[in-house]
């Protein structure tokens, strides 16, 4: 049985879109991806320039600094000193004063995307900064 | 029989049309988030830079009188003071005619003074600013795209001005 010409054309041409369906979902997939990895990479900026502040902060006024700027003073029962403070573009800053000495303050500082859970443990940080700042006794450091 | 082939010629055709008509979008598609991904980083990490260079400025500057915030040819600069092959130089950062610009001056070696539409454009700004809190300065800096960006330095030094 001989098949007419436009009839293997038509074929072909079937054949040629489902590859190209084939093509675009990936091709897609792949858009979605890098603007999902821009974003990503935006986030982490803005995260890195807050984390570089709260760091600032502490060095120019020690402790003192989170005791104004909204930062608020979460209650541990092992004893580590926590403070968390929302910026108004929804990232969310934590430190945590995992050892603190009379003469040195010891802490990281983690940075949350907008919409993380506030409990996020370091996983979810979008970045994390060793703190040290050496603290005169006299001054206390006021935790 | 005839018709039936015009039917096939159409149908095919109508398949071309569709196969164009998505390949022109996918590439259409493609451009604009190559676009958008490209003038996000960059608006972004061109403003990051300029902040990053201003704030290392501070930090190289930690003297006494390393750094002063004044008014200057009816604009507010940052003026940086420094030694330049044993010649007292400034250095004017500040925001003019929407850029942020810097501009150098030898005050030893004479010339005209400080001209605020002659500074090198380091990056296209709608505001600019630094405010000073003790020892803590924030640089805070916005395009005209909205993007913005505030970054703090500590300087250890205390100044006046």
């Known amino acids: ?143 | 029989m005839k018709k039936i082939h015009r039917i096939d010629a159409l149908f095919i055709l109508l398949l071309y049309a569709m196969f164009a008509l998505l390949s022109a979008l996918s590439v259409i598609i493609g451009v604009q988030v190559y676009k958008g991904l490209v003038e996000d980083s960059a608006n972004r990490g061109e403003l990051r830079t300029a902040l990053s260079y201003v704030a290392n400025r501070f930090r190289a500057a930690d003297t006494a009188s390393g750094v002063t915030l004044e008014r200057r040819g009816g604009v507010n600069a940052l003026v940086f003071r420094e030694q330049l092959a044993g010649r007292r130089a400034e250095t004017l950062i500040y925001c003019y005619d929407g850029a942020l610009r810097e501009y150098l001056l030898v005050p030893d070696l004479g010339g005209q003074g400080f001209v605020p539409a002659e500074g090198d454009e380091l990056v296209a700004v709608s505001d600019f600013s630094v405010t000073r809190d003790a020892g803590l300065y924030t640089i805070f800096a916005k395009t005209e795209s909205g993007a913005e960006a505030r970054q703090q330095v500590f300087r250890r030094t205390t100044v006046s001005g």
């Not at chain 1, 093509?23 to 984390?51: D, M, N």
């Not at chain 1, 060095?59 to 003192?64: C, I, L, Q, R, V």
Request: aromatic share 12%.
């Open chain 1, 1 to 143: 049985m001989k098949k007419s010409g436009s009839a293997i054309f038509l074929m072909e041409f079937i054949v040629v879109i489902l590859s190209f369906s084939l093509s675009v979902t990936i091709t897609l997939q792949l858009f979605v991806s890098a603007y999902q990895k821009g974003e990503r990479s935006e986030e982490i900026s803005v995260a890195l320039l807050h984390a570089q502040n709260i760091a600032e902060q502490i060095k120019a006024f020690g402790s003192d600094a989170l005791t104004y700027g909204g930062w608020v003073k979460e209650h541990t029962a092992d004893g580590t000193r926590r403070f968390q403070l929302v910026f108004d573009d929804g990232f969310t800053a934590k430190i945590v004063f995992e050892k603190f000495s009379a003469s040195r303050l010891f802490g990281v500082v983690r940075v949350y995307p907008p919409g993380a859970d506030s409990g996020g443990g370091a996983d979810e940080a979008l970045c994390s900064l060793n703190l040290s700042r050496y603290v005169p006794k006299d001054t206390g450091g006021g935790l």
